[in-house]
């Protein structure tokens, strides 16, 4: 799978969905069932970015950066443990209520400044040990990982290869059987809530 993007453009456009999604979410206030489908695709893309990035982009932090690069995706790591934790929790709760609201609200918040992180140090410093080419390289392994890997939080599975990796292929099969049953939001829906 090649890819003409380098490894922080296709991160930094994920990380754009994921607030497409949630301004989606908030915008649908008062129709719970399109809140439920937008909450469902931003669970589903937050939950693949994370493992696409445990297991892709922190690899290749710690390999080309050495003790900063540990330091770095160490705290990464303990910031997506938290938004899976949050993540799950809302599993368990009903969109559009309240407490949901709360918690969505709060887990964007520790989001968008752990993708900032990313944004601002991580990868700026990763991009120049990789190359041009080895960053394309990474950009590609990285959109096909998520592919392959569990579409809801797990937050007490491992978070680093291989134990990860393992752990994702083990269940991502049953996410995606809930996935068939789940309803996610239409191209009627998108249009719907940008006009």
């Known amino acids: 799978m090649a890819t003409k993007q380098r490894l922080t453009e296709a991160i930094k456009e994920d990380h754009q969905e994921m607030y497409e999604y949630y ?11 399109s809140q439920a489908r937008w909450s469902r695709q931003l669970t589903w893309e937050i939950a693949r970015h994370a493992v696409g990035e445990e297991i892709v982009v922190y690899p290749l932090m710690e390999k080309h950066l050495g003790a900063e690069g540990l330091k770095l995706t160490d705290h990464d790591r303990e910031e997506h443990q938290h938004v899976k934790e949050m993540l799950s929790k809302l599993e368990s709760l009903t969109p559009g209520t309240d407490e949901y609201d709360k918690i969505i609200e709060r887990m964007m918040v520790s989001l968008r400044h752990h993708n900032d992180d990313e944004e601002i ?8 040990q990789l190359g041009e080419d080895g960053s394309k390289h990474a950009a590609s392994q990285f959109s096909l990982t998520k592919k392959f890997v569990p579409t809801r939080a797990h937050p007490s599975a491992p978070n680093q290869p ?7 292929f083990l269940v991502a099969p049953i996410d995606k ?5 789940s309803k996610f939001p239409t191209e009627e829906m998108k249009e719907a809530t940008e006009s």
């Open 121 to 128: 140090k991580d990868l700026p410093l990763l991009e120049p």
């Open 177 to 181: 059987l809930k996935d068939v049953f």
């Open 23 to 33: 301004d989606y979410y908030k915008k649908a206030a008062g129709d719970l069932d």
């Open 162 to 168: 291989p134990f990860e990796t393992l752990a994702g």
